[in-house]
């Protein structure tokens, strides 16, 4: 472990044990160096600020919190926030909904869906007013009852009217067509939306490595985390995770079938 690396997790170790993010002066005393040595390491070595880190910390902590506290508000500050005002700013954005409703399985919650078949199967699309909140594909049946099991209080709408412009580009992503960028409502941990990110500049004909995407967003050591990152995207074809193979050229593995895979990568030319 690298001198830096060494920094980085000690700093990583007290966020872990406070839950969230600690003022970066506490955090360098902790790793032995300077506040803006630490931040230079924390982007060398994760590729975001130790807040970022934090943050993320602490929404993960939220989500258990909300599953069992008595109330939100309990919710909140044993998730370790200042404010409610706070709580509600942070946590909604990062689980895509206000936390009573993620707390209720998504009670309360309009969920828009479509669904079209095309050549690589059904294509089943969830979106908020945020964006696109699940992209699958496979038989339309099974993918519903799925969504309706992840959000079991969720109201789920099929409106093919106004999901209309995004099956459309999601059925000429699907034909290796070209498509408008499509807007996600995803939540993931920090790494996993640097890695979606970087999955999405991965242009139409072409493939990387699961090792390149880990140099892309400066984990060169990160593969296997990234493959896994790769394997949680729930926006199938926006965020195009058809595009990573193995460094041997296997095309590995692919949530919806390696055939999925095989065909998408061929309509596009890859």
Request: charged share 25%.
């Amino acid at each position: 472990m690298s001198s830096s690396q060494l920094r980085v997790s000690r700093a990583c170790d007290a966020m872990r044990q406070a839950g969230g993010p600690v003022a970066v002066d506490l955090l360098a005393r902790a790793a032995a160096c300077s506040p803006r040595q630490l931040q230079r390491d924390f982007v060398d070595v994760l590729g975001i600020s130790p807040r970022k880190f934090g943050q993320a910390l602490r929404t993960e902590r939220t989500r258990a919190r909300l599953r069992s506290a008595d109330s939100v508000l309990d919710a909140a500050f044993d998730a370790g926030y200042g404010s409610v005002r706070a709580f509600y700013e942070e946590a909604a954005r990062r689980l895509g909904m206000t936390p009573s409703e993620y707390a209720a399985g998504g009670a309360n919650t309009v969920l828009l869906w479509s669904a079209r078949t095309t050549e690589v199967g059904d294509i089943v699309a969830v979106a908020t007013p945020r964006g696109l909140a699940a992209v699958r594909i496979g038989v339309e049946s099974d993918l519903t009852q799925q969504l309706v099991d992840e959000f079991p209080s969720a109201t789920f709408e099929r409106d093919d009217d106004a999901m209309s412009d995004v099956m459309e580009a999601l059925a000429h992503l699907a034909q290796g067509r070209a498509a408008p960028v499509l807007p996600v409502d995803v939540q993931g941990t920090a790494f996993q939306a640097r890695v979606w990110d970087a999955l999405r500049e991965i242009p139409a004909g072409e493939t990387r490595t699961y090792s390149e995407v880990a140099e892309a967003i400066g984990r060169p050591t990160s593969v296997r985390a990234v493959a896994r990152a790769c394997a949680t995207n729930k926006v199938a074809l926006a965020i195009p995770c058809h595009r990573v193979i193995r460094s041997d050229g296997d095309l590995a593995g692919y949530r919806w079938g390696l055939a999925v895979k095989r065909t998408l990568l061929q309509a596009e030319g890859a």
